[in-house]
């Protein structure tokens, strides 16, 4: 009798969690969290409270009715089997501890409060994060006048072309929520750019954007933090450098948690991103805005790179970053002792300090050079 059991148990797993329909008492999201000193999957309810994935499930299992599952060691394990087991059991263990009344003063020790707990970027770390330059007509020749603005977005959206995709790094440059945004020694033109991650569910290629949806696992706040400053002239006769302007230590921040996409909803309907510097409301937009959609962006990209669960794709910023002159008249850029709060309704908030960097010793002259070594102070 055990061996038709385990053959039942092992086609339960690989069938995806839509053939094994489930309620939900209520929504949930995932992160990755530090505990115990090391990096640990959550389930996020109600944004204040955290669930040790691990110790919660070995709970559930105590109860024969639950079949003994293996678990993600990270979150990328955890996209990638999502529909392929973890949906159910995420949705029994929330179930069991709303019905169980153990999420109120007399909780479990695995359940613990959002403010004792570091939280980390919630993938660690994607294989790739595909970010959309200038997707929002308010972004458009930002810096130039409005006459140049207005007839740059006109002639934008008559000629709307394919998307502009670029590669951001992944491991260095992508932290999590709380963690320091260091602007790198001598770069004084620090930007920020607040955007909607798209966290890939499913292996993609080729696929049409009628059917992305179906490849997205959930949504995330990311920052796209950018350096303004340029190369200096001579040597290589390139204008443009994309690893400078975006590839620093710290300018991916990412998080604070995953919203699985069935606790959402449509992004080209709801979406709603804000960003604040202080006190300061500097960006705001929808999708309204927005020239490529983001089921769009998943054409593009897939079109020319094999997406994989865990990959990330940010849906571009609007209107309101440092370097424009549309919104303040002048540009200003981050400084030392500043606080970014990037804002996602229905996902959450990046809350990340500004410090600046050391001046590093022992180089060579082969370093990128501080801004002010090659352009006029602002």
Wanted: glycine letters at 10%.
């Amino acid at each position: 009798m055990r061996k038709p059991l385990f053959l039942t148990l092992l086609i339960m797993l690989a069938m995806p969690s839509a053939a094994l329909p489930a309620t939900i008492a209520e929504p949930f999201k995932v992160g990755t969290f530090e505990i115990d000193g090391s990096p640990t999957v959550g389930i996020v309810l109600r944004d204040s409270l955290i669930v040790e994935l691990d110790a919660a499930n070995l709970a559930l299992e105590r109860n024969s009715a639950y079949p003994v599952i293996p678990l993600p060691a990270d979150m990328l394990e955890l996209i990638s089997r999502y529909d392929y087991g973890l949906k159910r059991r995420l949705y029994e263990i929330v179930n069991h501890l709303v019905a169980s009344n153990s999420l109120g003063n007399d909780r479990p020790d695995y359940v613990h409060d959002v403010g004792d707990l570091r939280t980390l970027p919630p993938i660690m770390y994607p294989g790739k994060i595909l970010n959309a330059a200038v997707n929002f007509y308010s972004h458009v020749e930002e810096a130039g006048t409005e006459e140049e603005r207005t007839e740059a977005r006109r002639l934008r959206r008559e000629q709307r072309g394919i998307p502009y995709l670029f590669i951001k790094p992944s491991r260095g440059a992508v932290v999590g929520n709380g963690d320091e945004i260091v602007i790198p020694y001598g770069r004084n033109r620090t930007d920020w750019e607040v955007e909607l991650g798209a966290v890939i569910g499913k292996t993609a290629k080729y696929v049409s954007a009628n059917d992305a949806e179906d490849y997205i696992f959930g949504y995330m706040v990311t920052l796209d933090i950018s350096d303004r400053g340029g190369r200096p002239p001579g040597g290589a006769r390139f204008t443009l450098d994309w690893f400078v302007g975006k590839g620093h230590d710290t300018f991916a921040p990412q998080g604070p948690w995953i919203v699985p996409k069935e606790f959402y909803g449509n992004p080209m309907k709801i979406l709603r991103q804000t960003l604040k510097v202080g006190d300061e409301q500097m960006q705001e937009a929808t999708a309204g805005d927005m020239i490529h959609s983001l089921w769009e962006l998943v054409e593009y990209a897939s079109s020319i790179i094999t997406l994989y669960p865990g990959d990330v794709i940010s849906n571009g910023t609007s209107g309101g970053v440092g370097m424009g002159t549309a919104v303040r008249g002048v540009q200003r850029f981050l400084q030392p002792g500043e606080v970014v709060e990037a804002t996602i309704d229905g996902i959450g908030t990046l809350r990340m300090p500004v410090v600046a960097e050391e001046e590093p010793e022992g180089l060579t002259g082969a370093a990128l050079p501080a801004v002010d070594t090659y352009r006029d102070p602002l």
